[in-house]
């Protein structure tokens, strides 16, 4: 189950001459893993994420926790940054009585970092390189991209729909003068369709690393990280359910089940966040006795 002879479909490398496909895995109708030979008839397997993370043309470099040369540092920076945001926000809901006036633009500074991050993410899958070896195919940086066949690339792009929800939810709430109708559609219902993004983004996410639906791979830390990410999705899509205001009360389902399930997520993607910078390191060194980063002999586990 997830794995796809090579004669029926394959990811979205183009294949230098002289290479082949051996043969390929993924999750349903996606790719995310392939098995290839070189001219010189060893194999090399490919790994969609390993090889989006690590930059094109650049020599190899050490250090882990400063890379601002890295967009992938970014990316992990931005997404704990924004995570903090979230998590200090919630915690003080949860704490003051009242809320300080700061909350409001505290979980919309969060939500701007969230979708910087989410664009650099969903830049990086749009512009990876094609071929096996980074660096080899020169193209001119684009924007924007329609490749929804790729797993990696509608795992970014849902992702960063659900951030833009989150900046007009997070961008409303500060509004104090909203009627209970009018906080359930311009507050509410951005809310849980941010919601929705991230739990589909996750599975995804999850989906490109385990190369099948669901797995388990402690030891993996792209499957930790993809796995944090799902739990962080599943807080935040419960605080969302318990923040619907009820007309009757005026009052939402459970503000403490919102407070603690924004500020549960919010820990996860700070965590899954921080962790995102040793991971792009890893994808960046070249493993002992390969000669790229993502070669590993076929039928390694990954």
Known sequence: MGRHAHTQRHGYIDLPEGWERVGAEGAGPFISAEVLRRPDGTLMRWHSRSHRKRPA???????IWWRPDRLSWWIGILFAVGSSCFLVAA????????????VGPVFFAGSIFFTSAAYLQYSQAVNVDHSPLPGSLRRRRRPASWEPQRIDWLACAVQLGGTLAFNVSTFAAMNDTLSTRKIDLRVWSPDAVGSICFLVASELALAEVCRRWVCLKGRSLPWRIAAL???????????????LIEPSTNEPVSAAVNNVGTALGALCFLVGGVLLLPES?????????????????????A
Do not use: L, Y
């Open 281 to 301: 390191a890893a994808a960046e060194r070249p493993a002992p006795g390969s000669r790229q980063p993502d070669d590993a002999p076929a039928g390694a586990a």
């Open 229 to 243: 990410n799902m739990v962080g999705s599943v807080a935040f899509g419960v605080a969302a359910a318990a923040s």
């Open 91 to 102: 915690v003080a809901c949860q704490v003051s009585d009242p809320i300080g006036e700061w």
């Open 57 to 63: 043309g650049s020599p190899n470099r050490s250090g």
